[in-house]
């Protein structure tokens, strides 16, 4: 497993250092949510989200403590591409995140994520940022955050102005190379940020979290180089 992290890590460095960015041609997963039931491959955490007319239905149900969570497990990788086709119907936000549950540093293994709203497109180093477990721990508390902290915060996210029309769909398209992370909508690059979070090498788990209802997402998949 180290070897092939190490590998990965190398032809990424290798095609930057030539150029060019690495091609993201190995399938992972993908979903065009054809069935009637969500296929397994999803786990769900906190969710009522169903399959529905061809389209996965993110519901966070009406008494949960956190936004309905859809995720899929990875062989740990380095570099990653999500795809994925939404529509807002009826909340206007969602998430897309990357984690490593076996890495202890923050909070729930949260490495880098991208949240989308019909007004703004957010991206965020978790792992060095907000949610490093000693921060997010006193910002939890209610204690204030140091001067220097919150100065440091800053360069660990990018807020970038959208304007989403809500009844429309729209597709998503989320790039990680090496610790450079770069989101296109609707075919047009919007954003990126650089922070050295964004290359820990062994992501393990992406998820969709869906802020209250309901958001609906078709097309999906994931790559890798």
């Not at 497990?73 to 990357?98: C, I, Y």
């Not at 293994?109 to 792992?127: F, L, M, R, T």
């Not at 902290?149 to 729209?170: E, G």
Request: with cysteine; proline share 4%.
């Amino acid at each position: 497993m180290k070897n092939a992290i190490k590998l990965s890590l190398l032809l990424g460095l290798f095609n930057i250092a030539h150029g060019g960015e690495p091609q993201f041609k190995t399938v992972l997963f993908q979903d065009d949510f054809a069935g009637t039931e969500l296929n397994k491959t999803w786990g769900s955490w906190k969710s009522a989200t169903v399959v529905k007319d061809g389209v996965m239905v993110g519901i966070t149900p009406e008494d949960a403590d956190h936004p309905s969570v859809n995720q899929i497990k990875l062989e740990p990788q380095t570099d990653l591409e999500v795809a994925v086709d939404f529509k807002f119907a009826g909340s206007n936000r969602f998430s897309v995140m990357f984690r490593d549950l076996d890495y202890k540093g923050s909070h729930a293994g949260h490495i880098c994520h991208v949240a989308v709203s019909d007004k703004s497109v957010q991206i965020h180093d978790g792992k060095t940022g907000i949610f490093v477990k000693e921060i997010r721990d006193k910002r939890k508390a209610g204690e204030k955050l140091s001067p220097d902290t919150l100065a440091m915060l800053k360069t660990k996210s990018t807020s970038i102005p959208v304007d989403l029309d809500t009844a429309a769909w729209h597709n998503l398209l989320i790039r990680i190379v090496g610790d450079i992370l770069t989101v296109s909508i609707d075919g047009k690059e919007i954003g990126s940020l650089k922070s050295e979070g964004i290359a820990h090498p062994t992501k393990s788990n992406m998820n969709i979290t869906t802020t209250k209802r309901e958001v609906h997402y078709d097309n999906f998949s994931i790559k890798a180089p």
